[in-house]
Nanobody
Framework: QVQVMESGGGLVQTGGSLRLSCTLSGLTGAAMGWFRQAPGKEREGVSCIHASGHPSYYGNSMNDRFTISRDNAKNMVYLQIDNLKPEDTALYYC?????????????????????WGRGTQVTVSS
């Protein structure tokens, strides 16, 4: 049984940092993605990383404050978020893809990710 579980969210002040973790069990060799959804807004793709760890892609509205990485020996994927802003407040989801690579032009839609976690809440206070 495949399970995806996020952790590491919390309440932080503007300018702070968080490292979100994603544990994947029951599956190896999948591209992994991070997505987020803020209240009243559509889900957006944050980042995607190939099964091998390279390359990785970021959503159009993401900038260098976000860094995705993975440790395949531990079956873990991470999302480092620096200089947090109130607009980063959202429920962050981790997902395992159908393929071992990210679809460069369409991964952010999320429809090539089959296994999803329940999310971890990130709240940034101003």
């Amino acid at each position: 049984q495949v399970q995806v579980m996020e952790s590491g969210g919390g309440l932080v002040q503007t300018g702070g940092s968080l490292r979100l973790s994603c544990t994947l069990s029951g599956l190896t060799g999948a591209a992994m993605g991070w997505f987020r959804q803020a209240p009243g807004k559509e889900r957006e793709g944050v980042s995607c990383i190939h099964a091998s760890g390279h390359p990785s892609y970021y959503g159009n509205s993401m900038n260098d404050r976000f860094t995705i990485s993975r440790d395949n020996a531990k079956n873990m994927v991470y999302l480092q978020i620096d200089n947090l802003k109130p607009e980063d407040t959202a429920l962050y989801y981790c997902a395992a893809g159908l393929y071992n690579y990210c679809l460069r032009d369409s991964w952010s839609r999320g429809d090539t990710f089959y296994y999803w976690g329940r999310g971890t809440q990130v709240t940034v206070s101003s």
